[in-house]
Antibody
């Protein structure tokens, strides 16, 4: 069965970086784009970007351009999201989700990133 | 890349029907048939309930239906049940980018 398992919660100081992993199983990892979506406390879902695990090609939301980097390691079927220059308003639950032709059919369990001095 | 516009909240009694709208532009909702809807219960991952404007994934009850007219997509839930109480989000492809709606809280009275 398809599973996306994300890394554990992180606590970071303002200005630091965080790297969240998303390990895929149960399907051909390189056959589906992977997207990252976040939800800040009391807010809605916010799209951050996607990566093509086959080519490594990426597209980022304008809001996160220059601060977010999506990568993947096909040898371990894992996608990564790194967010730099963290601010308090980056405190959120971060999800990876599999792209089924621009619909998102499987989601990770979410990774809480808390930014606090 | 502005968020799609959804009502903040809707409500209905068990057995009734509710419709949630999702308004975008010709660059997203109106330009592509890649509109999807997600049900989100607190503490759980979002669940895909409608894809490609009108299609229901396997296992999603036929009480859920989707449609689109121009730049506005809609999700209709008929025969409301208590477990339908959740946050609902629309989402659209926007030419290499993706945009979500702000979310609608559905309360089952």
């Amino acid at each position: 069965q398809v599973q996306l398992v994300q890394s554990g919660a992180e606590v970071k100081k303002p200005g630091a970086s965080v790297k969240v992993s998303c390990k895929a199983s149960g399907y051909a990892f390189t056959g589906y784009y992977m997207h990252w979506v976040r939800q800040a406390p009391g807010q809605g879902l916010e799209w951050m970007g996607w990566i093509n695990p086959n080519s490594g090609g990426t597209t980022y939301a304008q809001k996160f351009q220059g601060r977010v980097t999506l990568t993947r390691d096909t040898s371990i079927n894992t996608a990564f999201m790194e967010l730099s220059s963290l601010r308090s308003d980056d405190t959120a639950l971060y999800y990876c989700t599999r792209d089924l032709n621009w619909n998102y059919d499987y989601w990770g369990q979410g990774t809480l990133v808390a930014v606090s001095s | 890349q502005s968020a799609l516009t959804q009502p903040r909240s809707v409500s209905g009694s068990p057995g009734q029907s509710v419709t949630i709208s999702c308004t975008g532009t010709s660059s997203d909702v109106g330009g592509y048939n890649f509109v999807s809807w997600y049900q989100h219960h607190p503490g759980k991952a979002p669940k895909l309930i409608i894809n490609d404007v009108t299609k229901r994934p396997s296992g999603v009850p036929d009480r859920f239906s989707g449609s689109k007219s121009g730049n506005t997509a809609s999700l209709t839930i008929s025969g409301l049940q208590a477990e339908d109480e959740a946050e609902y989000y629309c989402c659209s492809y926007a030419g290499r980018y993706v945009v979500f709606g702000g979310g609608t809280k559905l309360t089952v009275l």
